[in-house]
């Protein structure tokens, strides 16, 4: 088939994409890493054929590439294999322009073999394409919504080393005050709101609603549900990309760093999941005063779940500090309707859109995983069904007990994990596994500035 513009066989929602770009001369190549970070290539436009046809070759290393880029040999993907490379194939309809840049651009995602013409299984993105087949494999079909929460900063740090909030575009002044929800601060950032709405549009990310959150500079935006939960998350590490890339074209620096500032809330990701039967019913469908079964069953599955997948909730040492008290945070597995102090709240919707909030994940965690670990538990619940408690009503930090969290522990409960194996595979167990123990190893063999200002002179 042929299309106009430097003629290129490709699918034809994706070649329709292309010609639509006028100018485009060079795409990028975008391999999601288990940190949910974006690695590639650049090629030109007349050598996107060839990659449609043949995939393009990345080192396997890449998909479990350390925070700081580099490879973690224990993984077994590196010097152990010869650092050998594996194909990674276009997904289609992924292909889509990058209105921020000055030149035209588009952009496309990637996914990789196993090198036995499979995909390879620890992707993250097949981690959760495999869970979804789970749910259609019993007619069911989870429906996912994700919202993200990050802050707009002064791209230089203070004097200290530390960020800083970033200087309010209207008035000049560095953001002080926190003003929740407040329009103002909407209209202060309009130039930066506006130019990500413009890149959803033109991208088709369905986002539909940003707030202003509680914290300076704090901003949140909503992504719309998706009945296919990896478009959706397509959608969250594209829309990322976009939000990341506008704030530097604006001056500004967005950070989804759980917990940039001690003082401050921290930044969270949060899923909505319902689950629609073969009819197309809403399993979850019911009334506050009576819960139904399957609403409770799959809470109790994400209560069984939470210790198993903590590390894929809070992967990074900064992580652990955003479980604070009275900051909106989740401290145990409790659930509730209606109900911001609860892990699991229950929004407050008609019954026929009743849902789960799963609101223990921070802004830095990747969301392919944090949802495959969602719908798992879910899943777990749904299999093997038990009772979740009372739902709190009223301040859940008053009524239950604080769980204290720690990233080594979280390590150790992931690595001895059945119910990981079970729902995600022993590849992935391992090779996530070793990524975040080398993180933490890494890690605590730098010296802080407290250590230094609690013990240089007093020990």
Not at 53 to 64: R, T, W
Not at 360 to 386: F, K, M, R, S, W
Not at 409 to 435: C, K, L, P
Request: charged letters at 25%.
């Amino acid at each position: 088939m042929e299309y106009p513009m430097n003629t290129l066989t490709l699918p034809k929602d994706d070649a329709v994409e292309l010609n639509a770009i006028v100018g485009c001369e060079t795409v990028d190549l975008l391999l999601p890493d288990m940190n949910g970070l974006l690695r590639g290539k650049r090629i030109t436009r007349d050598a996107l054929e060839k990659v449609y046809q043949n995939g393009i070759c990345l080192p396997m290393s890449l998909i479990a590439t350390d925070i700081t880029g580099n490879t973690v040999e224990e993984t077994g993907l590196g010097y152990d294999i010869g650092d050998e490379d594996r194909i990674c194939r276009p997904i289609p309809g992924t292909l889509k322009s990058i209105p921020w840049q000055q030149r035209p651009m588009a952009q496309l995602l990637l996914g990789m073999e196993d090198g036995k013409g499979s995909m390879f299984e620890a992707n993250p993105r097949e981690v959760l394409k495999r869970i979804v087949d789970r749910f259609a494999a019993k007619g069911l079909t989870p429906v996912v919504a994700v919202e993200l929460e990050f802050y707009l900063l002064d791209p230089q740090l203070d004097e200290q080393g530390r960020p800083q909030t970033s200087i309010n575009p209207a008035t000049g002044e560095r953001n002080k005050t926190t003003q929740v929800y407040y329009m103002e601060d909407l209209n202060d950032y309009q130039g930066f709101t506006d130019a990500v709405t413009d890149a959803c549009r033109v991208q088709r990310i369905p986002a539909d609603t940003a707030v202003a959150e509680y914290a300076p500079g704090q901003f949140e935006i909503n992504l719309k549900h998706r009945k296919d939960a990896v478009i959706a998350c397509d959608d969250a590490i594209l829309l990322k990309r976009a939000i990341k890339a506008i704030a530097s074209n604006e001056g500004l620096l967005a950070s989804f760093m759980a917990k940039p500032f001690v003082d401050q809330a921290g930044s969270g990701t949060h899923i909505h999941v319902s689950v629609l039967d073969k009819d197309g019913n809403n399993i979850f469908a019911c009334e506050p005063e009576a819960p139904s079964d399957a609403l409770r069953h799959g809470v109790y599955g994400l209560q069984q779940a939470a210790k198993h997948c903590m590390l894929m909730f809070a992967p990074h040492a900064n992580s652990y500090r955003r479980f604070v008290l009275n900051a909106f945070v989740p401290l145990n597995d409790c659930w509730g309707f209606n109900n911001r102090t609860v892990a699991m709240r229950i929004p407050h919707s008609d019954p026929a859109n009743t849902r789960i909030e799963h609101r223990i994940a921070g802004a830095d965690a990747n969301p392919y995983l944090v949802t495959a670990a969602v719908l798992a538990g879910i899943l777990h619940g749904l299999e093997h069904p038990g009772d979740p408690g009372p739902p709190i009503v009223g301040n859940a930090y008053e009524q239950t007990e604080m769980r204290q969290l720690f990233w080594r522990d979280t390590i150790d409960d992931f690595m001895a994990s059945e119910f990981i194996v079970n729902h995600f595979g022993s590849a992935f167990r391992h090779i996530y596994g070793q990524q975040k123990l080398k993180e933490m190893r890494s890690f605590y063999t730098e010296v802080t500035t407290l250590e230094i200002e609690w013990y240089l002179r007093q020990v």
